[in-house]
């Protein structure tokens, strides 16, 4: 099938476009893409996205949303398969992504409660949600053993953020999964990871961080101020 037309409407922060990069990327697929202001998204956006989020991917200018959906998409139109074969090992892999979703959801509230029992609640939550990862992780370097899926696409961006947070303050996040760690720390050297956001998105991610009046911002406001 020859590749259509590709366009992925983006956001520079956002961990559901990283997924889609990834893919993209894993898979050599040639695309353009468009980062918007996700505050002051431009008036054609709402055409594109029903739900008024990104991911968008432009297939042949015609819209796709829902980053797994666009991630599947991708999968299927090109040659070879981020996922295993087997179908049982394919229903758990996406099984472990709606898991990815559930630490990105967690990893948000983490960053904007002002509620210090929820604060602490979460991080008690995240510790466990990779606590549990621990123990379903190969013994290879990725998810699966020695290559790459779509597992691994998803939780590359939520290691981001992780590595980001541990960038300004230990929580201990990952003290009771040193190989779920040393998982994240692989996925993010791989080229394909770290094309997935824009040169600035430390600076970005930085001033996101500026902006929020939240526990999380408010303990790291002193590093802020040196990076
Ligand atoms: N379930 C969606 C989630 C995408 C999502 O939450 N995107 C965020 C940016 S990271 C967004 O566009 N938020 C805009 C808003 O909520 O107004 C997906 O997987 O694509």
Not at 33 to 38: F, G, H, S
Not at 141 to 157: K, R
Request: charged share 25%; glycine share 4%; proline share 6%.
């Amino acid at each position: 099938m020859a590749t259509p037309d590709l366009k992925l409407i983006s956001f520079t922060l956002c961990p559901y476009v990283q997924r889609a990069m990834i893919v993209l990327n894993e898979k050599n697929i040639s695309f353009d893409v468009e980062y918007i202001d996700l505050s002051a998204p431009p008036p054609w956006f709402y055409d594109v996205s029903p739900l008024e989020k990104v991911p968008v991917l432009l297939v042949d200018e015609k819209p796709l949303f829902e980053s797994m959906v666009i991630c599947d998409y991708l999968d299927e139109i090109t040659a070879g398969s981020l996922y295993p074969s087997n179908a049982f090992a394919k229903a758990q892999n996406r099984a472990w992504i709606e898991f990815g979703n559930e630490i990105l959801n967690s990893t948000y509230d983490f960053f904007l409660t002002d509620d210090p029992k929820k604060f602490k609640h979460l991080k008690n939550i995240l510790i466990d949600r990779f606590e549990v990862l621990e123990d379903e992780i190969s013994n290879g370097d990725y998810f699966n053993g020695a290559d790459f899926s779509m597992v691994d696409a998803v939780y590359a961006p939520v290691f981001r953020y992780h590595k980001s947070i541990a960038g300004y303050k230990d929580y201990g996040i990952f003290e009771d999964a040193p190989n779920v760690k040393a998982w994240g720390d692989r996925l993010l050297e791989r080229p394909s990871v770290i094309k997935s956001v824009p040169g600035s998105y430390k600076e970005d991610l930085a001033g996101y961080f500026k902006k929020l009046d939240s526990i999380f911002s408010n303990e790291i406001s002193e590093v802020l101020k040196i990076n």
